[in-house]
T-cell receptor, first 110, second 112 residues
Framework: GQSLEQPSEVTAVEGAIVQINCTYQ??????LSWYQQHDGGAPTFLSY????GLEETGRFSSFLSRSDSYGYLLLQELQMKDSASYFC???????????FGSGTRLSIRP | SQTIHQWPATLVQPVGSPLSLECTVE??????LYWYRQAAGRGLQLLFY??????ISSEVPQNLSASRPQDRQFILSSKKLLLSDSGFYLC???????????FGDGTRLSIL
């Protein structure tokens, strides 16, 4: 089957850097996505990696290593508004749907 | 630009009552459409998805059903709600399974 693992909670300090890891198991790989969800809100798309390496979008970067079935989301210059849950996701190998991880709740301290 | 509308934002229903949640997408054609449920503090559980009009795939056996009567309309229904149906329901669309999914604002459903 397909599965994703990510830490349930991460705590960091405002202004610091934090990395949220995601490992996946899938029989066919079509890319790794990241979504952000604030409490009470809907998830929003952050990034997508289909190839190995680092993709940078402002303060957020996402990394993928297909040989290790591993990726991470890197958040720099943390701001209080970055407190949210972050989900990694992969496309199902057998259907037109996406499999989401269980989410990492990021808490930021002043 | 594309937009997704989902309503109502909040709903309180008694056990055993019916349910109908509607989701519509504007600005795109033939989108993939998805219904998710999220319990408080938990991940996203895919309930149904559709790749075209009248085509519904069910992920979890339950007392919910979905329909896609028009290209950009996706409806989640139940004939008799259970207490366990409480949760945050999210509709999403995407151009394809490898494309980003865009979510509606969600419906917070409480069953009493």
């Amino acid at each position: 089957g397909q599965s994703l693992e990510q830490p349930s909670e991460v705590t960091a300090v405002e202004g610091a850097i934090v990395q949220i890891n995601c490992t996946y198991q899938t029989s066919g790989f079509y890319g790794l996505s990241w979504y952000q969800q604030h409490d009470g809100g809907a998830p929003t798309f952050l990034s997508y990696n289909a190839l190995d390496g680092l993709e940078e979008t402002g303060r957020f970067s996402s990394f993928l290593s297909r040989s290790d079935s591993y990726g991470y989301l890197l958040l720099q210059e943390l701001q209080m508004k970055d407190s949210a849950s972050y989900f990694c996701a992969v496309k199902s190998s057998s259907a037109s749907k996406i499999i989401f991880g269980s989410g990492t709740r990021l808490s930021i301290r002043p | 630009s594309q937009t997704i509308h989902q309503w109502p934002a909040t709903l309180v229903q008694p056990v055993g009552s019916p349910l109908s949640l509607e989701c519509t997408v504007e600005g795109t054609s033939n989108p993939n459409l998805y219904w998710y449920r999220q319990a408080a503090g938990r991940g996203l559980q895919l309930l149904f998805y559709s790749v075209g009009i009248g085509q519904i795939s069910s992920e979890v056996p339950q007392n919910l059903s979905a329909s896609r009567p028009q290209d950009r309309q996706f409806i989640l229904s139940s004939k008799k709600l259970l207490l366990s149906d409480s949760g945050f329901y999210l509709c999403a669309w995407g151009r394809g399974p490898n494309q980003p999914q865009h979510f509606g604002d969600g419906t917070r459903l409480s069953i009493l």
